[in-house]
């Protein structure tokens, strides 16, 4: 037997194919059904992940952001996945590009490993997506949003912002 050749296949199969699996994604369409949000509606924009559009994330407005794997093709039907959901301006007025922007940030990604693999091995089909919200949106509706769209989506690099019933349950599969 040729060990060398399983090897190989190993290798190839795991650069080419695993390397990109995702263990422990949730998808239930309960939670996706959720119809009862603290707001009315969302506009999403979106930019390809990287420093080339940042100029379009709002510099001066707090909001919700996400980041999910998308690839626009002429061939692949729509399709994406919601990866992350956060926010900017938790318990300040900090920007919503300012907060991307420690996305952008190598070290500060590297702190936080979860995310530092998400960015590192999605980065080329990565999009930001993103909300602003008016000054009259206080922070504690903002986190209860972003709790929300958590509990809906339970995005697999999203850990701490679930509702606590969910986040107790989800822990059960990790």
């Known amino acids: 037997m040729n060990l060398q050749a399983l090897v190989d296949f190993a290798k190839e199969a795991h650069d080419e194919v695993g390397k990109f699996r995702?263990?422990?994604m949730i998808l239930s369409p309960d939670k996706m059904r959720f119809d009862a949000f603290c707001v009315p509606a969302l506009t999403w924009q979106s930019i390809r992940y990287g420093e080339d559009e940042v100029e379009q994330v709002p510099d001066n407005r707090r909001g919700v952001y996400a980041f999910a794997l998308c690839q626009q093709s002429s061939v692949l039907p729509p399709h994406g996945y919601i990866l992350y959901i956060g926010i900017a301006g938790r318990k300040?007025?900090?920007?919503l590009r300012a907060r991307y922007k420690d996305y952008l940030n190598e070290k500060k990604v590297k702190k936080r490993s979860r995310i530092a693999h998400m960015i590192?091995?999605?980065?080329q089909v990565l999009r930001f997506y993103f909300v602003p919200v008016d000054n009259d949106f206080s922070p504690v509706d903002l986190e209860r949003l972003e709790q929300q769209l958590n509990t809906a989506l339970m995005p697999p690099f999203s850990e701490g912002d679930l509702e606590a019933e969910t986040k107790k349950k989800r822990r059960a599969f990790k």
């Open 92 to 95: 300040s007025n900090r920007s």
């Open 120 to 123: 590192g091995t999605w980065h």
């Open 22 to 24: 995702l263990n422990g």
